[in-house]
T-cell receptor, first 113, second 114 residues
Framework: EAAVTQSPRSKVAVTGGKVTLSCHQT?????MYWYRQDTGHGLRLIHY???????EKGDIPDGYKASRPSQENFSLILELASLSQTAVYFC????????????FGEGSKLTVL | GQQVKQSSPSLTVQEGGILILNCDYE??????FAWYKKYPDNSPTLLIS?????DKREDGRFTVFLNKSGKHFSLHITASQPEDTAVYLC?????????????FGEGTKLTVSS
């Protein structure tokens, strides 16, 4: 069964520390996404990628970097974690050809202290 | 600004009732519209979607209506059931332009009371 898996599922980080959230998909999809969920904001797009070795900025990219080393893997990197980055992060994948059904991972709960 | 906006943060309906969730968008290039359902501590899953070449799509108890001139789409749920209790997220994007971006609204928390 096709799947999107995220790791870690939960993490506590200190302010100023580096955090890497990883995402792996077996859907054979070209498109991958990182969203964050905050109460009252729904899902907001941070970075996305059409193809390996290329990433695009979403609507709230500040403070985040992304890396797509292969079709299957997409990472979100917080070089200097801040309190405001406490949130649940969702990775997703979709077929090429424009936005369509997104298949989400289980989410990664990040708490920055 | 918020490109996709849901008008109600929360709604309550009695079991068996009909409800309407609303979503407004700003970008008139959007041609793909969707509703996702999210249970607490779970990931969002696609409920129903529609392309801009139709103004209505029905799937069982769920119907999405699209009003392109008004930049508005809605989700109608009939015969509400307790298991419909969840957060509903509308989303829109520009499929024809080849963009992969899907923009979500803030979500509407629906409670179906028995």
């Amino acid at each position: 069964e096709a799947a999107v898996t995220q790791s870690p599922r939960s993490k506590v980080a200190v302010t100023g520390g580096k955090v890497t959230l990883s995402c792996h998909q077996t859907n054979n999809h070209d498109y991958m996404y990182w969203y964050r969920q905050d109460t009252g904001h729904g899902l907001r797009l941070i970075h996305y990628s059409y193809v390996a070795d290329s990433t695009e900025k979403g609507d709230i990219p500040d403070g985040y970097k992304a890396s797509r080393p292969s079709q299957e893997n997409f990472s979100l990197i917080l070089e200097l974690a801040s309190l405001s980055q406490t949130a649940v992060y969702f990775c997703a994948s979709s077929d090429p050809g424009g936005p369509g059904q997104l298949y989400f991972g289980e989410g990664s709960k990040l708490t920055v202290l | 600004g918020q490109q996709v906006k849901q008008s109600s943060p929360s709604l309550t309906v009695q079991e068996g009732g009909i409800l309407i969730l609303n979503c407004d968008y700003e970008n008139d290039m959007f041609d793909y519209f969707a509703w996702y359902k999210k249970y607490p501590d779970n990931s969002p899953t696609l409920l129903i979607s529609v392309r801009s070449n139709v103004d209505k799509r029905e799937d069982g108890r769920f119907t999405v209506f699209l009003n392109k001139s008004g930049k508005h789409f809605s989700l109608h749920i009939t015969a509400s059931q307790p298991e419909d209790t969840a957060v509903y997220l509308c989303a829109a994007g520009e499929a024809q332009g080849g963009s992969a971006k899907l923009i979500f609204g803030e979500g509407t928390k629906l409670t179906v009371s028995s």
